[in-house]
């Protein structure tokens, strides 16, 4: 396993780890997770909003979110990232199970910002889909 230099590199050896989860349970993951110590915060946010983006592995979709979460809520990474280009680019595909996402949303943004941009998304044309996972979030979140 080779520390991850970009956004590719990184979701290459998440995708690999998450894959061999059947195989040798989450050790990869883990053992992942310890080396993106020495990784660029911001090339593991982007990474990880490009699972969260991610609709060609619908099958591991959950998993795929799961752990990214779970790398989220371990490592805490910050970003400068426009909250509503994420939002835009994440919410049709959230998975309404992985809390750790809006929570790090909460967390890396503030609740203050986080409620606003989620009010100002509710008078978007959005799909169904899109309503009720931002319906959803709200609920996470308690807002």
């Known amino acids: 396993m080779n520390i991850p230099e ?17 195989k040798i349970g989450d050790l990869r993951i883990r053992q992942l997770t310890e080396k993106l110590n020495k990784v660029s915060e911001e090339i593991i946010v982007i990474g990880i909003i490009d699972i969260f983006e991610n ?24 970003t400068d990232i426009n909250l509503s280009d994420i939002l835009k680019s994440t919410l049709g595909n959230w998975n309404k199970s992985v809390e750790e996402f809006p929570f790090w949303l ?21 799909t169904e889909i899109e309503r009720d996972k931002l319906n959803t979030m709200k609920w996470w979140l308690k807002i």
């Open 55 to 78: 609709t060609e592995r619908p099958t591991s979709q959950y998993t795929d979110q799961k752990f990214a979460g779970k790398i989220l809520t371990k490592l805490k990474p910050k």
């Open 6 to 22: 970009t956004s590719n590199d990184f979701k290459n050896e998440f995708y690999s780890s998450i894959d061999l989860i059947e």
């Open 106 to 126: 909460k967390e890396n943004y503030g609740i203050d910002l986080l409620k606003s941009k989620l009010t100002e998304f509710q008078t978007q044309n959005l």
